[in-house]
Each structure stands twice: as structure tokens, then as C-alpha cells.
């Protein structure tokens, strides 16, 4: 049964195999929309980030990622984070708004 299959899992998943499992991210955006992707426990924030950035078109510089309020530093991998690539983690998209005003000072 599942459980069964579960522990079996467990017994298999060295590092290098935990590295390449899938987990599904759902990014709450600032606006109340928001997106789901499929990321590796090895991807690092900053590629999270920039996908936001493609998707939702917001400036790379002004997303800080949150997951249960804690920040997400972009250097680290979901793995390093402690995701469970199990359950799926949302994760809270917000805007810093010193960029966003830098850049909106830029534009004028």
C-alpha cells in the first residue's frame, strides 16, 4: 500500500535523489493572483525569483520570497529551506518598495 511505498522511499532517498525531486510551489502574489510551478529540492531562490519576474512581471530586485514569514535569502536551495517535497509549500511573494520606487523614479 502507500505507506508501505512511503518508508520504501524514505530508504531510498540519498542525497543526490533528494536533490532531484519535484515540488510544487504556489507563489501568493502581492496583487491576490497567484501561480503554481514545479521546482527541484536542489533550485536555488534566485530561480524561483526570476521566474516571478517573467510571470508576474515584477522587477527581480524589488521580490523578497517568504515561506511562513521567514525570508527566503536567495542563495539557497529549497532543500537547504527545509521544503518537504511532499506536502508542497506556498510561498508568499512581496514587493520592497524602496525598489519599487527607485525604479519608478528612474522612469520619469
Known sequence: ???QRKTQDQR????ERL??????VKFALPDGGDFSGTYRMGDV????????EE???????????FLNDKIMPDPLTLKD??????D???VDVRLREDEMSLSSMAQE
Do not use: C, H, R
Open 19 to 24: 536533490q532531484g525531486q519535484n515540488v510544487e
Open 81 to 86: 529551506l527545509g521544503v518537504d517535497p511532499k
Open 12 to 15: 531510498e532517498a540519498t542525497e
Open 45 to 52: 531562490v534566485e530561480k524561483l525569483k526570476l521566474d516571478i
Open 1 to 3: 500500500g502507500d505507506i
Open 55 to 65: 510571470k508576474a512581471d515584477l522587477p527581480f530586485k524589488a521580490i523578497d520570497l
Open 88 to 90: 508542497g509549500i506556498v
